[in-house]
């Protein structure tokens, strides 16, 4: 392939590649990739007197990197710390433990503001005698008038107006992990959950602050009572494609001044 060639091919191509073509170009026929599901943090459980064997450990997670400790000595107490609960309260508390998220917004604001400002000035300034100097003045400046030195107008006027509609609404539930316990005892938690249908994926990430004393009996949070909330609700695919202006406009929007 000779150089000219060559320059134009590499011209061709950084744009492309810039813009996301090439991805798109290879997932074309292909539905969006769901995300991997990665190992939560949790602790080991003590397994129950009737099944053999020390703690339970995750099966999924990483070996550790460092030696691990041996396993506790089995106990005959039936409130051991990490097995299942008896006449204790199930809601989660701990590292890894699971909370329902039940999120209901709707919202809703109306804005209008509407502004006008006139303004109109006029000066006027002379001097008839000026010590004797405006006949120096008539001279030096002929046809001028000494009475009318100075004589200025403006006018200036300006309106404004701005409305801003707006309206929100998601209703839909899901669960979250508790990835790490606070020191005063709050959650903080994380969420995220994916619905593939056909060639369009939708997502929902959560997170945020849970005090425990707001999570209800059946161990469920409202979205309002999440301090520090971050929810993403969006998705992928070909209707959001369809949706998108062509990055060519994005780019001509973006530099056109005009």
Known sequence: MNKPALLLVVALAAPLAGCGAVGRLKAIGKPPAMS??????????????GSAGGTQQRAWAA?????????????????????????SD???????????????????????????????????SGAAALLGLHTLIAKALPGSDPAKLVSTNSDSENKGSGTISRSETIAMTMSAIVTRVLPNGNLLIRGRQEVRVNFELRELIITGIVRPQDIARDNSVNHTQIAEARISYGGKGQLTDAQQARWGQQIYDALFPF
Do not use: V, Y
């Open 63 to 87: 070996p550790p990197a460092t030696p691990a400790t041996p396993p506790p000595a089995q106990t005959a107490s039936l409130f051991r710390p990490g097995a299942g609960a008896f006449l």
């Open 36 to 49: 991997e599901l990665q190992p939560p943090e949790a602790p080991d459980i003590e397994a129950s007197l």
């Open 90 to 124: 199930q809601r989660a508390s701990r590292l890894g433990d699971i909370l329902t998220i039940k999120i209901n917004i709707a919202d809703k604001a109306d804005i209008g503001n509407s502004t006008t400002r006139s303004r109109t000035g006029s000066e006027n």
